[in-house]
DNA sequence: AGCTCTTCCTGAAAGC
DNA sequence: TGCTTTCAGGAAGAGC
């Protein structure tokens, strides 16, 4: 469930308190959590966290030694969570990775994910630079917006699924993807390749201030997400379609919120949301 | 190329 | 009440 927002808010966070600090040690309670590079474990013990950034939905420590630098890439999947000490957190038992730190605000950080749809990668420059281009298209932040346009002219995808789909634009998923559709006027099924310029222009400029607006709300706390200082995001409170199937529309159209189930469900408001314009 | 289906996994919710 | 079954849901891979 953390999208891109509250990847967002987790890195800011932990590059507050972990930045510049040095990785006493790094502990690992079940070794099939870390899906590449399990064998460079213990060069990380030792070095220094030099910077935090976000891939898509994903967190990336660069991790610096006088030899070089390696990072440690964490997918949070669907319940993966980030947290420092301070936070109490319901299944202990769910804590799969540890990282004890010294010369950081906080004293360590751990990867909690009961159900392990995440997974840790342990890369060198060169595999960070693969693992991005494999799977990280553009940032939905960072896109210009005449590039975005001839991404959705290029592809003959349904709007909700090319927005989702993380090869082509990384961080986006269903809470997200379900209030920048509503919001900007467009139905989910819609052919990306079929929207009109004033549409696609529209999804860009929709699209970033949802984003941007979420982050600043510290993301959407829905099940159990919360930020690695254990705050829970307040942008849940804006939003207008995900779980709201049988209210009325906020647009006041007369029409009701529709929930629909094929992939993931789709909430939209079939009145509001048109094919093109 | 892009869609659907399956697998992964466990807590919560629904069913009996 | 308490046990059993179902169900989410992000991403990857297979098959079409």
Redesign the pocket.
């Known amino acids: 469930?953390p999208e891109l927002p509250e990847a967002e808010v987790a890195v800011r966070q932990i590059r507050a308190r972990l930045a510049g600090g040095r990785i006493a040690t790094i502990a690992v309670g079940r070794m099939?959590i870390i899906r590449e590079g399990a064998d460079s474990l213990e060069w990380y013990s030792g070095s220094v966290v030099s910077g935090v950034v976000r891939y898509?939905?994903s967190v990336v420590l660069e991790c610096r030694k006088p030899g070089g630098s390696r990072y440690l890439v964490a997918?949070l999947?669907?319940?993966g969570l980030l947290v420092f000490p301070s936070v109490q957190i319901?299944?202990p038992q769910?804590v799969h990775v540890t990282l004890e730190c010294e010369g950081a605000t906080a004293a360590s950080l751990r990867y909690w994910n009961?159900?392990?749809?995440g997974r840790l990668s342990l890369l060198d420059r060169e595999g960070l630079d693969r693992y991005r281009a494999r799977?990280f298209g553009c940032d939905p932040l960072q896109v210009k917006c005449e590039d975005f346009c001839e991404l959705l002219r290029s592809?003959?995808?349904?709007l909700k699924?090319l927005l989702?789909h993380?090869?082509t634009i990384a961080g986006i998923?269903?809470?997200y993807a379900n209030e920048i559709l509503f919001r900007a006027k467009l139905h989910p099924n819609a052919m990306a390749s079929r929207l009109t310029d004033a549409a696609a222009t529209r999804l860009h400029q929709v699209m970033q201030s949802v984003l941007e607006h979420a982050i600043e709300c510290g993301g959407s706390s829905v099940k159990d997400f919360f930020a690695p200082d254990g705050t829970h995001g307040q942008y849940k409170q804006h939003h207008l379609v995900y779980r709201k199937e049988g209210l009325s529309c906020p647009n006041h159209c007369g029409s009701m919120i529709r929930r629909v189930?094929?992939?993931?469900?789709s909430f939209y408001c079939g009145k509001c949301q048109t094919n093109k314009r």
Not at 114 to 117: G, L
Not at 261 to 265: A, C, F, V
């Open positions: 469930m099939d898509g939905k997918e999947g669907m319940t319901r299944f769910h009961p159900r392990r749809f799977r592809k003959r995808r349904r699924a989702m993380q090869q998923g269903n809470i189930q094929s992939e993931r469900s």
